[in-house]
C-alpha cells in the first residue's frame, strides 16, 4: 500500500512536503516524492489522506494509567513528601476495578491522541489487557516497593509472580515486560540490591524514577528531610533502610548495580555534573516529564544538557495524578514554553518519537518514518501548517484532536471520520 500525504515528516531526515510512504507487510520499504512512489509502484493500491501531516506514531516514555481515574484527587501545591504519601495512601484503598477502569481509559485516551508506543508503570497488572486489544506497543513495568529489609525476598518473589502473569496476559501482543524499582527512596537497599540481581538474571528492561525532588537528595544523601520524617513514619519505619554516605541518588543507584543501558530512569531533575558523566558512562536512557516536575513543584530538569551530551532522552506524561492531561502534544507545548529557545520545537517532535523509541530501545524498529523500519505512524490535520516551520506548526497547534489516523505495524487502530483538510501556507 501507498499512504502519501501534503507533508511527510520522517524525523530521521527533512521534511517531505507531497510525500509518501510504501507499506507492505506492516513494514515501511520506501519513503518519498508521492509522484515518484505511485510512477515506482504502479500496480501498488494508492490512498492519498490529503492535507494532512503524517509522522511516526508519539512515544509516551513515562505512564502509569491505572491511575488516570485519579485525576484531580490529589490537588498539587503540597510538598512533594507530602503528595507521594497522599498518592501511596490513596492508592492502597484502590480495588482492581478501579484500576482496570482506569487504565481503560487511559489505553484509550493514548490511542486517540496519536500515542502508538508506551512504556507503562503498573501495580495491579491492569494496563495489560487495554493496551493489549487497542493494539499499541509498549513496555509494561511491574512495579516494586518495600522499605522493610525483612520484606526483600518476600517482596521480589511477589514481583517475579506477576511478572510471570503479566507476560502470560502479554503473550500475541506488540507488548514486553520489565521490572519498576519505584525510587531510591522506597525500597530498602537489600531490595534495590535484590532487583539488581534479578535484572542482570533475566536481562528485563527497567524503569525507575529518579532525582526526582530536593527531598529526595536530601534522603538518600544524609537519610534526613520530609521523607525520613513523613513517608518512613507512615510505613510504619522510623530510620533509613540504606546505607548513608553522602551519595546522590544516581550514584547510589551505580553502586547498586542499577544503572545500565537497560534502565530508563524518570525525571532526573536533581543531577550535577558528575551524575551526567556516571549516566553517560553506563549508557541511561532518560524520559523528562515537564509538567509533572512542574504541578510538583520539584524544580526543572537539565534537558539541555541531557540532549548536548547525546543521552538517550524520551518525553512522559506521568500519571494524572500529578498532570492534567495524558497529551505529548500539552507536554511538547508547555515544554517549549518552559526550555525557551534552549530546545527547539523539531527536538521536541523527535523527542516525543524517535528519542522516546531509543529510550525504550526500540530505534531500530519504530520512532521515524524510514525504509526497514515498522509501519507504526499517525496522521494529523491541522488548519495552518507552515512549510517552511512544520515543527513550530506542530507545537503550536496540534492537540490530541488533531490526530485523524493512527497505525500500528501497518494496521489501522484507529481513523476519525470527516477528517477537515489543512491549508498550505508557503514561503
Ligand atoms: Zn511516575
Not at 492535507?51 to 491505572?66: F, I, M
Not at 516529564?289 to 526543572?300: A, E, M, Q, T
Not at 521515524?368 to 490535520?381: E, V
Request: proline share 5%; hydrophobic share 45%.
Amino acid at each position: 500500500m501507498i499512504l502519501t500525504a501534503r507533508l511527510v515528516l520522517p524525523i530521521s531526515g527533512p521534511p517531505l512536503v507531497d510525500g509518501g510512504l510504501l507499506i507492505r507487510d506492516g513494514a515501511i520499504c520506501a519513503v518519498g516524492q508521492a509522484s515518484a512512489l505511485i510512477r515506482d509502484f504502479p500496480t501498488e493500491p494508492h490512498d492519498d489522506l490529503g492535507s494532512v501531516a503524517l509522522l511516526p506514531g508519539l512515544v509516551n516514555a513515562h505512564t502509569h494509567l491505572e491511575l488516570t481515574g485519579l485525576h484531580g484527587r490529589l490537588p498539587f501545591g503540597r510538598s512533594f513528601t507530602e503528595w507521594v504519601t497522599a498518592l501511596l495512601d490513596l492508592r492502597s484503598e484502590l480495588d482492581a476495578e478501579c484500576f482496570a477502569t482506569s487504565a481503560r481509559l487511559g489505553a484509550t485516551v493514548l490511542l486517540r491522541s496519536g500515542v502508538t508506543c508506551v512504556a507503562d508503570i503498573t501495580t495491579s497488572g491492569s494496563s495489560v489487557v487495554p493496551l493489549k486489544a487497542a493494539g499499541l506497543r509498549g513496555i509494561i513495568f511491574q512495579e516494586i516497593l518495600g522499605l522493610d529489609p525483612e520484606q526483600a525476598t518476600e517482596r521480589l518473589d511477589a514481583a517475579e509472580k506477576a511478572l510471570r502473569s503479566l507476560q502470560l496476559q502479554a503473550s500475541g501482543s506488540l507488548l514486553s515486560v520489565g521490572l519498576s524499582p519505584h525510587a531510591p527512596y522506597s525500597l530498602s537497599e537489600p531490595l534495590l540490591l535484590r532487583c539488581a540481581e534479578l535484572l542482570q538474571r533475566r536481562r528485563l528492561p527497567v524503569t525507575m524514577h529518579l532525582a526526582e525532588s530536593p527531598e529526595e537528595v536530601t534522603y538518600i544523601g544524609l537519610g534526613l528531610g520530609p521523607i525520613a520524617t513523613t513517608l518512613l513514619p507512615a510505613v510504619g519505619r522510623h530510620s533509613p533502610s540504606h546505607r548513608v554516605c553522602g551519595e546522590s541518588p544516581v550514584a547510589f543507584l551505580d553502586r547498586a548495580g542499577l544503572l545500565s543501558e537497560r534502565l530508563l530512569a524518570v525525571h532526573l531533575v536533581h543531577v550535577g555534573i558528575s551524575d551526567l558523566q556516571l549516566l553517560r558512562q553506563r549508557a541511561v536512557a532518560l524520559a523528562v516529564c515537564p509538567r509533572s516536575n512542574h504541578n510538583l513543584g520539584v524544580g526543572i530538569a537539565p534537558l539541555p544538557r541531557f540532549l548536548a551530551a547525546s543521552l538517550r532522552v524520551g518525553l512522559g506524561t506521568d500519571s494524572l495524578a500529578s498532570n492534567d492531561t495524558l497529551s505529548l502534544w500539552d507536554e511538547m507545548r508547555f515544554a517549549h514554553r518552559l526550555y525557551g529557545g534552549a530546545v527547539t520545537a523539531q527536538q521536541f517532535v523527535t523527542m516525543a518519537t524517535l528519542g522516546g523509541a531509543a529510550a525504550l530501545g526500540m530505534a531500530e524498529a519504530i520512532g521515524s518514518l524510514a525504509p526497514g523500519k515498522r509501519a507504526d505512524l499517525i496522521a494529523l490535520a491541522i488548519d495552518h501548517l507552515d512549510d517552511a516551520d512544520p515543527y513550530g506548526s506542530l507545537l503550536s497547534q496540534a492537540s490530541d484532536d488533531s490526530v485523524v489516523l493512527s497505525m500500528v505495524e501497518g494496521k489501522m487502530l484507529y481513523q476519525r471520520e470527516g477528517v477537515t483538510g489543512c491549508n498550505r501556507q508557503s514561503h
